[in-house]
């Protein structure tokens, strides 16, 4: 039997499509890798997500949540004969779930993209996931574009730091002049038409808008998939500014239809037990 591993900064999630444990993500590696074992108990197969970069070269992870498991070797802490362990991005999974079960089954090269704390993506193309040498995402997010604001990744003007649901909130707040507004009411005063809301939330969609345009030129997806809590709470506000601007960006190039995530927070484990097949 496969596993599917949902490993996030609060929350670790095992189980498979039909049945899910939920447990808080242990302080240590030491404490992950055991509570692991325990769940997974005889698997053949353990696919795991992470939130954050996979390096296979290591079989390590480096996740600004996960700090606990920055440089261990958890793929050799998890390896044992007779069973497979796969290590991915949680938007690679999100990607490979939602290309083969989801908003972009049977198209042959999907791009997802999830706008939500942080900006992820990842690359499907054929059943295919596209993962590089260290098995890396294909981070949109953390391509530079004109802005000089350094990102917390290292580079400079990456669009995570100013397109993401991170900064929507952010920037929200700020025009409210409250900290702590909720973001579902941030949502709310949206859809109730806060033209200065609205305002933040469409430059949003456009400054991201030519990060996609560049994602098309390079690799040509049938169709793109947005999840992530914006595209949720926003909706069509977020989604129309995104493809009137992604339409501009693109010129005579072909326009892949945007559609919405259909998968949700199950995508992960999706994802991950679809890496091991
Ligand atoms: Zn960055």
């Not at 290590?87 to 083969?100: F, G, P, T, V």
């Not at 400079?156 to 700020?174: E, F, L, N, Q, Y």
Request: net charge neutral; hydrophobic share 40%; glycine share 14%.
């Amino acid at each position: 039997m496969n596993i599917g591993v949902d490993l996030g900064g609060t929350k670790l999630a095992v189980g498979t499509a039909e049945s899910l444990q939920i447990i808080t993500t242990p302080a240590t590696s030491r404490g992950i890798v055991a509570a692991i074992e325990e769940l997974t108990g005889e698997a053949q197969g353990i696919g795991i997500c992470v939130a954050g970069r996979v390096d296979l070269q290591n079989g390590s992870t480096f996740a600004a949540q996960l700090p606990q498991l920055h440089g261990v070797p958890l793929l050799k802490h998890l390896s044992r004969p007779g069973r497979r362990v796969t290590l991915l991005n949680d938007a690679d999974a999100a990607a490979l779930a939602e290309h083969q079960f989801g908003a972009a089954r049977g198209t042959h090269t999907s791009l997802y993209v999830t706008v939500s704390t942080g900006i992820g993506s990842g690359l499907v193309s054929q059943q295919r996931l596209y993962q590089g040498y260290r098995g890396q995402a294909v981070e949109l997010g953390h391509a530079g574009g004109p802005g000089q604001q350094r990102c917390p990744c290292g580079r400079i003007g990456c669009i995570d730091i100013s397109a993401s649901g991170t900064a929507i909130t952010r920037s929200a707040r700020t025009l409210l002049g409250d900290p702590n507004v909720p973001v579902d009411i941030l949502a709310q005063l949206a859809a109730q038409g806060h033209s200065g809301i609205g305002q933040i939330v469409r430059q949003a969609a456009e400054d991201l808008a030519p990060f996609l345009g560049n994602a098309c030129v390079l690799f040509d997806p049938q169709v793109i998939v947005m999840g992530g809590g914006v595209v949720l709470g926003y909706g069509e506000l977020y989604l129309d500014a995104l493809r009137r601007a992604l339409v501009a960006s693109l010129g005579q190039w072909h326009i892949p239809e945007i559609r919405v995530a259909q998968l949700g927070k199950q995508a992960g484990i999706l994802g991950a037990l679809q890496s091991l097949e």
